[in-house]
């Protein structure tokens, strides 16, 4: 900004040209500030997006109303129950509430100022948390240190299984995999084939196609004494994957135990 004045001899240039400085302010001035703001944001009114007409039409279309009850409706952490038998989890009515009562157990268990992840958000802490003590259990394993590395892959599969509800129920089911095969392996070397065989139904289930699991299960069934059991195990996992060496060979070796088990015994009877 400029003006038509001059500074005189001597006279110093105690002021600055242009628009005054703002003064600052005190916190009450600043608190009061803030505090209309918000009021003003409040009194404006709220803009709502419209809904999808066609994510609307499948949500009402897939939607199917339940009737449930509240374990306890005095109290904050209730949970809901099948409204007939009073069961989280009815074989009767079809219904399963443990994962919905999981979820508003960590909610309700949320400090108030809590921000929910967004969708599709995976913990990388947790997966790094589970890949390194699945790696110390195959360590151990290989020590030959197997009830070690049984402990050790447990709490890998309890770290996986406390993945929150919100995150993707596949990335669980392929930690899991690994792990509980790794620890089928880990029953067998330690000579507990029934455990053994345990797991290896676990990860059948958990990932029917993968020839491991049916390797694991023929191989406790063999240990087991039940070679008819353990030919119908492996021959099941070369349906998925029918060049399986692995399998294969395994094939072969149950094979020659139930030839030798249907052989006639040639042996003379004594006298």
């Known amino acids: 900004m400029s003006h038509g004045h001059t500074h005189g001899p001597g006279t110093p240039a105690n002021h600055t040209h242009g628009p005054p400085s703002p003064q600052p302010l005190t916190p009450q001035q600043a608190q009061q500030m803030m505090m209309q703001q918000q009021a003003a944001q409040a009194q404006m009114p709220q803009q709502r997006p419209a809904p999808d007409p066609i994510l609307q039409a499948a949500i ?138 345990i797991d290896a139904e676990v990860v059948i289930s958990l990932k029917r196609p993968w020839s491991k699991g049916h390797y694991r299960k023929g191989r406790a069934l063999l240990a087991l004494g039940d070679a008819q059991a353990a030919m119908e195990a492996v021959t099941l996992g070369l349906q998925y994957e029918p060049q399986n060496q692995d399998l294969e060979a395994f094939q072969k070796e149950v094979r020659e135990v139930l030839n030798k088990t249907t052989q006639p015994d040639d042996t003379p009877e004594s006298p």
């Not at 447990?154 to 095969?181: D, G, H, K």
């Open 60 to 197: 009402e279309a897939d939607f199917k109303p339940v009737a449930l009850a509240l374990g306890d409706a005095e109290k904050p952490s209730s949970i809901a129950l099948c409204r007939e038998h009073k069961k989280e989890t009815c074989s009767d009515c079809g219904l399963d509430f443990t994962a919905m009562n999981a979820m508003a157990k960590m909610f309700a268990m949320a400090p108030p100022d809590a921000i929910l992840p967004p969708p599709n958000v995976v913990q990388a802490g947790r997966a790094q948390a589970v890949s390194k003590t699945k790696d110390e259990g195959n360590t151990l394993y290989k020590k030959n240190q197997h009830v070690a590395a049984i402990n050790m892959y447990t709490t890998a599969m309890q770290i996986s299984s406390s993945r929150p509800p919100w995150e993707a129920s596949n990335i669980a089911r392929e930690e899991l995999t690994l792990v509980v095969c790794n620890r089928s392996a880990a029953f067998y070397a330690a000579g507990d084939y029934l455990s053994s065989l």
